[in-house]
């Protein structure tokens, strides 16, 4: 079945170490997103990416990489210089120029000790 | 930038009960999602709402959108134990660019 992988589902980690979640699709879509939630707030927009080798910053995107080697592969790195990176991470997809819903993966909760 | 504001930001209903969650846009809406999400997992897509006055239904929900188009409504009538989750609303301030912008959440409790 076609749909988003997130990996790991949890993931803790030490202050000054980073971190970097997995998310593939074999959708087969063009465009890929990281959101961050937080208790009580929307999604986040951190990167997108409209195709491959091409990203962009999203609304928070300060202490967090990406890279779009391949179109199914969108991985997050948390940098240490996240401030507050304890977080739901969420990731999604949708076929460029498409008007309509985004697919998301299960989700990675990231808790820094 | 667009901002979207929802209203309740919790909601505990009996089952059986009626209920509307509202969505406020700072800004003229050009797509309206309405998303699912349960607690610790992904989001799941409910419905696109796009012109002024649309009203689209699916099982038990009923999304609207306004003539004004800054405004949309989801109502569930006769809630069961499986609507409980967290419902948000996601808005395209690019008008196709999918950058969405979302709500902060309502997170609706169904109790028995």
């Known amino acids: 079945d076609g749909g988003i992988t997130q990996s790991p589902k949890y993931l803790f980690r030490k202050e000054g170490q980073n971190v970097t979640l997995s998310c593939e699709q074999n959708l087969n879509h063009d465009a890929m997103y990281w959101y961050r939630q937080d208790p009580g707030q929307g999604l986040r927009l951190i990167y997108y990416s409209q195709i491959v080798n091409d990203f962009q910053k999203g609304d928070i995107a300060e202490g967090y990489s990406v890279s779009r080697e391949k179109k199914e592969s969108f991985p997050l790195t948390v940098t240490s210089a996240q401030k507050n990176p304890t977080a739901f991470y969420l990731c999604?997809?949708?076929?460029?120029?498409?008007?309509?819903?985004?697919?998301f993966g299960e989700g990675s909760r990231l808790t820094v000790l | 930038s667009q901002e979207l504001e929802q209203s309740p930001q919790s909601l505990i209903v009996q089952e059986g009960k009626n209920l509307t969650i509202n969505c406020t846009s700072s800004k003229t809406l050009y797509g309206l999602y309405w998303y699912k999400q349960k607690y610790g997992e992904g989001l799941i897509f409910l419905m696109m709402?796009?012109?002024?006055?649309e009203e689209k239904s699916h099982e038990k929900i009923t999304a609207k959108l306004d003539e004004k188009k800054q405004q949309s409504s989801l109502h569930i009538t006769a809630s069961q134990p499986s609507h409980a989750g967290i419902y948000l609303c996601?808005?395209?301030?690019?008008?196709?660019?999918?950058?969405?912008?979302f709500g902060q959440g309502t997170r609706l409790t169904i109790n028995p």
């Open positions: 709402l796009q012109k002024g006055g």
């Open positions: 996601g808005a395209d301030p690019l008008q196709g660019a999918q950058k969405l912008v």
């Open positions: 999604a997809s949708i076929t460029q120029g498409a008007v309509g819903e985004l697919f």
